[in-house]
């Protein structure tokens, strides 16, 4: 197939374009290479894929030196008029869009970054979805958009009315943009809800990035709600796995999707939310421990409130991923650790 992958740059991204260019797809990889955290990070995943970083200009096609099958842009999706071209030009069968700005706290601080890479982004590919007749279009949620809810597991059958970041509320904005589009114009849609995903190449703002760098700097490191948050934590290949799965297949509706009694997850038009994460909560107190093992250092800790906009607890319920695609991730917080931090000492020379 010929995919456009958003996000390329970013940490999901990256390792998702490496799984679909082995398997044989030919990916144009799109990212804006914005600088919410160090663009050298980013132009060094670039590089592990061979895209070239002197080589990269806006609205520059750049072909790998690894492979034949793939090709780099750096491109804003707010910019519609060269996104549509792309489009237009390529002719694409599916469209995984992995890009968008991240990070909870960040979006309190700078709400509008989120409303044009995550909303008016995303409505205008969706739009190019529309217009130039892509079959099947594959997007990122987050585990973030059931916010107040405390009903665990987290189920996509659940109502998420209550997001407690403006993030979660740009996410769950896709999800109700995407159903449209699947209901108005037979667009299928697949929603990805994402929990605490980590591993090799991981976002530098994340927990376990930041809990990593303290550590060896030997720096204390901040511990919201005292240390008693948990998170679903999902490897990296998990994630990738479960992505391209969905990508392989087709959207169909649910044939027995009812108005009176609606599952928010499905509907009869051709869109689906899906979680994809560990099924297995561990506590963050438990993660730092892990840690300390693998890096053979005692981390300092400052125990902390919960901080505004963040969710105590988040667990996955992955039974529709299961039943659908025949796949859930299963790779233990020791194992991902040891070898995130395998990958942390090769990274830093250690």
């Not at 303290?214 to 490897?235: A, C, H, S």
């Amino acid at each position: 197939m010929k995919i456009l992958l958003t996000g390329a740059a970013g940490f999901i991204g990256f390792h998702t374009a490496l799984k679909l260019l082995a398997d044989g797809h030919d990916v144009i990889g799109l990212d804006s290479i914005n600088d919410y955290y160090s663009t050298e990070y980013k132009y060094g995943r670039l590089f592990e894929s061979g895209i070239d970083k002197t080589e990269i200009e806006y609205n520059k096609i750049v072909k790998s030196s690894k492979t034949d099958n793939y090709s780099f842009i750096k491109l804003n999706l707010e910019d519609k008029e060269n996104l549509h071209k792309l489009f237009e030009y390529y002719k694409f069968d599916k469209v995984c869009n992995l890009a968008a700005q991240a990070g909870v706290r960040y979006s309190i601080e700078n709400p509008y970054a989120y409303i044009n890479s995550n909303i008016v982004g995303f409505v205008n590919i969706i739009e190019g979805c529309r217009h130039f007749e892509v079959k099947h279009l594959i997007y990122a949620s987050s585990s973030s958009v059931y916010g107040k809810n405390t009903n665990q597991p987290f189920s996509t059958s659940q109502n998420v009315d209550h997001p407690m970041s403006l993030y979660a509320a740009t996410k769950k904005t896709n999800e109700l943009i995407a159903h449209t589009y699947s209901h108005l114009y037979g667009i299928q849609t697949t929603g990805l809800r994402f929990f605490t995903v980590y591993g090799p190449w991981g976002r530098p703002d994340m927990a376990m990035f930041k809990f990593a760098d303290l550590m060896r700097q030997g720096k204390p490191i901040d511990v919201y709600n005292f240390g008693k948050m948990e998170r679903d934590f999902t490897y990296i290949d998990d994630i990738v796995e479960g992505v391209c799965r969905i990508i392989y297949n087709n959207q169909e509706g649910n044939p027995i999707w009812n108005g009176s009694s609606p599952d928010p997850g499905s509907s009869s038009d051709p869109y689906k939310v899906y979680n994809i994460g560990n099924n297995q909560p561990v506590q963050l107190l438990y993660m730092i421990e892990t840690l300390e093992k693998e890096f053979g250092i005692k981390a300092e800790k400052n125990l902390i409130p919960l901080q505004p906009g963040d969710v105590p607890k988040t667990f996955a319920d992955v039974e529709d991923l299961v039943h659908d695609h025949g796949y859930k991730p299963s790779t233990s917080i020791e194992e991902g650790i040891a070898k995130f931090v395998q990958w942390y000492k090769n990274y830093n020379n250690i």
